[in-house]
């Protein structure tokens, strides 16, 4: 049994403006000490599919119309307040994008790590002071018995960020929710609290999910990757088959949109033209068709479900292999660059 399994997910806002469809039947597992990268554009459902796990939507507007998030057997859509509020931070931990607005300015960092020990575990107040100072140890943050007494404000952005994790992982939680953990931090930073993270995995065996929209990130780190796009899952399989792989026009796009060290002056970029879709009135057929390279007439027509094109790897598109791969052909010579 998966340590997590989420099955036909949709999470729906209400609004004056219509049903905003925020996940629209997203499916994955999740087995302990894996990682799974989620990868996308902003407004594609990567976070709404996070906080959805760790039912943090405030409802209403939220509801869930549809769908299972199986926690060990447990459906945490039927959960109640009392057992999710044993499960959050204590078996399901969470990093959220900007440790700023998510940490207590007017509370020590070391009083706001103890309070989720405290509630959690049945420790003194000195032993789960001696918890927090070890959890920042681990994250390495310098000096922890003397900084487990400071503000917010006195660490570095960096810090606030390790701050965070140390936080996240002092119940030693079975899940860690990472929701773009490098965001605003330079590349130094990024590059640390990456390796961070991998030190810690294999020092707890903790399952990752990683949340972000650099696909960078995913690489160094992910196991298998999901690739979601206006609420749905649109490609699925291990970090090297997407990578070097892609059978989603989306994903291929998102690939050749950013530069690459290793071909740099080889290969143009090609920037996905136009805007995500709107989640209240999604185009006919494909969503990704108004946007897409390869569309074809068809592609208008056919809304295309998430299926296995090769073992392991499930794609959302009613292209057959070989015409995505004369579609990149033709979209490579069209933009000169040598096969």
């Known amino acids: 049994m998966a340590l997590l399994e989420v099955r036909d997910l949709k999470t729906h806002f209400r609004t004056p ?52 998030i199986l926690f060990e057997g447990r459906n945490l859509l039927e959960a109640g307040e009392r057992e999710l509020r044993d499960i959050r931070g204590n078996d399901i931990a ?35 002071k001696d918890i927090a100072i070890q959890a920042l140890r681990d994250v390495g943050i310098p000096n922890p018995e003397r900084r487990v007494d400071e503000y917010p404000h006195q660490y570095s952005g960096g810090m606030r960020q390790r701050a965070m994790i140390a936080m996240a992982l002092a119940c030693n939680p079975k899940i860690l929710i990472a929701d773009e953990p490098t965001t605003a931090l330079d590349v130094t930073i990024q590059a640390q609290i990456l390796e961070l993270m991998v030190e810690l995995q294999e020092k707890y065996g903790t399952a990752i999910i990683m949340i972000t929209h650099d696909l960078g990130v995913v690489a160094q780190l992910a196991d ?48 996905i033209r136009g805007q995500p879709p709107s989640l209240i009135f999604l185009p006919p057929g494909c969503n990704f068709n108004p946007r897409c390279p390869f569309a074809k007439d068809k592609c208008r027509e056919v809304d295309p479900p998430l299926e296995e094109k090769r073992p392991g790897h499930r794609a959302a598109c009613i292209l057959s292999l070989q015409e995505i791969e004369e579609s990149k052909h033709r979209v490579d010579e069209e933009l000169g660059v040598e096969q």
């Not at 998510?102 to 959690?120: C, K, W, Y």
């Open 94 to 128: 969470m990093i959220f994008q900007d440790p700023m607005t998510s940490l207590n300015p007017v509370f020590t960092v070391g009083d706001q790590i103890m309070e989720a020990v405290r509630i959690h575990q049945k420790v003194s107040k000195k032993e789960a």
């Open 224 to 271: 298998k990757i999901m690739v979601m796009y206006g609420g749905r899952a649109v490609e699925t399989g291990t970090t090297d088959d997407v990578f070097y792989d892609p059978l989603m026009p989306y994903t291929w796009s998102l690939l050749r949109s950013i530069p690459r060290l290793d071909k740099a002056g080889e290969v143009r970029l090609l920037p």
């Open 17 to 68: 403006d219509g049903i905003v469809k925020a996940v629209d039947g997203v499916s994955f597992t999740l087995e302990a000490g894996e990682t799974l990268g989620i990868v996308g554009e902003s407004g594609s459902g990567k976070s709404v599919t996070a906080l959805s796990i760790m039912r943090l939507n405030p409802q209403p507007p939220c509801y869930y119309p549809q769908g299972e």
